[in-house]
């Protein structure tokens, strides 16, 4: 029953021309306004205000109406026949009567009705909410000239807030909800988009891995936070693939693609909770290790290069193996982390002419 009810409600409009967020906000308040005159029918019937029930009865059919017109694909005429009801039940009752009815704060509604529904420039909307109070001072000003129609007893005057005040707030809350709801849908998934881009933007494709500019924006970090005394120490080391161009040139690229994927998936399991891995060129990976020194991140290249040099790498028929060379430094702030990047990578060279799959330190 649920469902269909909110299939009818958000049922969207056939003509492409139309919003269906419009006619929504439209019916929904079309529906609020027969369940409130409704309420107020039941209300005065059982207390016996016959003159009050007269006019709960037109009212409820002229909203019915309006939420007739929001099925009919025309949305601006659906617009303007909601506003003149409005409009003509919130007179009415205050002339009828009078300023304790409370049907003059329903302008409000009517106020967030003029802001949700119309697309027009700000000046259109700004002339509507001065449009909006120079109709509830007017009623304010004819209430203080002319006296009601009916003049409510106390108990009827009271009724008449406390229903009021629940309705208002129930139609302002559901325009307002209805309103923002795609809007912080945009914001969201714009946010995500951003971040989509943001991530692909700093991540190496291949690997998953930091890319270079990544890594050099994460270097920026660590010495920003190094001179904040929140860390202590940082670690850096290259490492390069052992004849790499040998595996491609044995076995083809999807091979040594395939090989570059499970380094560094062996690299992030690992070395990724001790800092940050990027892949700092072809072969060539980069590693920054924050508040670890030099000694404790041999330690831990050792521990690595030792599975590294153990791991086989499937594919197709044939297992891979490969070794690394690493160059390892400690960053030296005063010089800036770009001195210790080159200082690991003639550790790394020196490895490389030393005879390959050790770490230089």
Not at 240 to 266: M, P, Q, S, W
Request: net charge neutral; proline share 1%; aromatic share 14%.
């Amino acid at each position: 029953m649920f469902g269909k009810l909110r299939d009818f409600i958000f049922q969207d409009v056939k003509n492409e021309n139309e919003t269906k967020k419009v006619s929504v906000i439209l019916r929904l308040n079309a529906i609020i306004m027969c369940i409130y005159f409704l309420c107020l029918f039941c209300t005065f019937f059982v207390t016996g205000d016959l003159q009050l029930v007269f006019w709960c009865i037109p009212c409820f059919f002229a909203f019915a109406a309006a939420l007739c017109t929001t099925y009919l694909n025309r949305t601006g005429m659906a617009v303007i026949v909601s506003h003149v009801i409005m409009v003509c039940w919130v007179i009415g009752f205050v002339v009828e009567f009078g300023w304790d009815c409370g049907a003059q704060h329903f302008i409000f509604v009517l106020l967030a009705l003029c802001f949700t529904v119309y697309y027009e420039n700000m000046a259109w909307k700004i002339a509507m909410g001065m449009s909006a109070c120079v109709l509830r001072l007017m009623l304010y000003a004819y209430t203080r000239l002319y006296k009601p129609v009916c003049i409510l007893d106390s108990g009827s005057g009271v009724i008449f807030q406390l229903v009021n005040t629940v309705f208002i707030f129930m139609d302002l809350s559901v325009i307002l909800m209805v309103f923002t709801r795609d809007s912080q849908e945009m914001e969201r998934k714009l946010m995500q988009y951003n971040e989509k881009l943001h991530l692909l933007a700093s991540i190496d494709p291949l690997t998953g891995l930091l890319n270079r500019r990544s890594m050099n924006e994460y270097l920026e970090k660590v010495s920003a936070d190094y001179e904040k005394k929140k860390i202590e120490h940082v670690s850096v080391a290259i490492g390069d693939i052992d004849f790499f161009k040998r595996v491609n040139d044995t076995y083809g690229h999807e091979c040594g693609d395939a090989v570059l994927k499970a380094v560094a998936a062996l690299f992030k399991e690992e070395l990724g909770k001790y800092g940050a891995i990027s892949r700092w060129g072809g072969e060539e990976f980069l590693f920054a290790f924050t508040n670890v020194n030099g000694d404790a991140a041999l330690a831990l290249l050792e521990e690595m290069r030792s599975k590294l040099k153990k791991m086989t790498i499937p594919y197709g028929k044939e297992e891979v193996r490969v070794t690394m060379t690493f160059g390892l430094s400690e960053l030296d702030f005063r010089k800036g982390f770009e001195a210790s990047v080159n200082e690991a990578d003639r550790k790394l060279y020196k490895g490389k002419g030393d005879g390959r799959d050790r770490i230089v330190y």
